[in-house]
């Protein structure tokens, strides 16, 4: 399968699973939490990190992202898990 059998060129969202899932919901998260774990990250940036991973969450449990990849910083996956 390819990115464009989920999401075609001229679509910028689906929903699925009963989330609405963006183009760039990944990557976002991928970014997100580079900061998040980033010890040299400010409390700033980190806490704006972490809430676009909240708001990120339900998309990213819609397309089974945590069920196929595991986040291999333990802090991050345990603060994940609890919400």
Known sequence: MRAEHILPNHVDQVDLNGATVR???VAAFLA?????????????????????????????RAVGLFDVLEIRDARLREWIETR
Do not use: M
């Open 23 to 25: 183009k760039g919901t």
């Open 32 to 60: 997100n939490a580079r900061v998040w774990s980033d010890r040299a990250s400010s409390a700033a940036a980190r806490a704006e990190a972490a809430a676009d991973i909240v708001a990120a969450l339900p998309a990213l």
